[in-house]
Each structure stands twice: as C-alpha cells, then as structure tokens.
C-alpha cells in the first residue's frame, strides 16, 4: 500500500524547535515533489512549504527563515526542521507528496496521516 508515515510531532515551547519525518512507504518508487501543510482547528489547510526533486523550495511567509523542508532521496523520506516556534504554528501538519507507486500507471497524490505540532505560550 502506497502511504506516507509522518513523525515527529509534539509539544514544544516557545522559540523551541521539532524536527517532522514524512516517510514514503516501499511502495512508492519516486516523489516527485512534497510539500507540508498544516491545519489548525477552524482554519483552512494551508501549504507551508513545498520541495521538488531536485531541492528547490518555497515557503509560505509566515515560516520563511524559521522552517526548513528538505528531501532524502535514498530514504525516499521529507522533512520539515520547525525552529523559533511560536503558538500560530499549532496545528496537524500534513505530508503531502506527488508520487509514482509501483503498479500504479500515473502519478498520485498521496497524504499523509497528520501529526499534531502544540507549541505553548
């Protein structure tokens, strides 16, 4: 079964740091991007950082220079470095990876199940 494995999540304090892991399963041959989302309770799912297959990135400004995605190629795993946390970044984060399974004639759009980031005040 083709599926994304998130870890990582927890709680933190203030200006404290996690580090997320989307782990792609043996299933899934190539990613060809990523991304993060999160989704705090009565928001909207946004997209805060986003990776290609070759490292090129984009962030959302609301985590530009504090959150870092980046890729592993060889682990065919995602990860997102989460410093300078403040309260706003609660919320589950969300793997998400544009992907070729084995078996699977196109390219697939995959999530993952969601781990919950709470940062104190």
């Known amino acids: 079964q083709a599926q994304l494995v998130e870890s990582g999540g927890g709680l933190v304090q203030v200006g404290g740091s996690l580090s997320l892991s989307c782990a792609a399963s043996?299933?899934?041959?190539?990613?060809?991007?990523a991304g993060w989302y999160r989704q705090a309770p009565g928001n909207e799912r946004e997209l805060v950082a986003s990776?290609?297959?070759?490292?090129?990135?984009n962030y959302a400004d609301s985590v530009k220079g504090r959150f870092t995605i980046s890729n592993d190629n060889a682990k065919n795993t995602v990860y997102l470095q989460m410093n300078s946390l403040k309260p706003e970044d609660t919320a589950v984060y969300y793997c998400?990876?544009?992907?070729?399974?084995?078996?699977?004639?196109?390219?697939?759009?995959?999530w993952g199940q969601g781990t919950q980031v709470t940062v104190s005040s």
């Open positions: 998400n990876a544009k992907a070729i399974a084995f078996g699977v004639p196109s390219v697939g759009n995959y």
């Open positions: 043996r299933s899934i041959f190539r990613i060809n991007s």
């Open positions: 990776i290609t297959s070759d490292g090129s990135t």
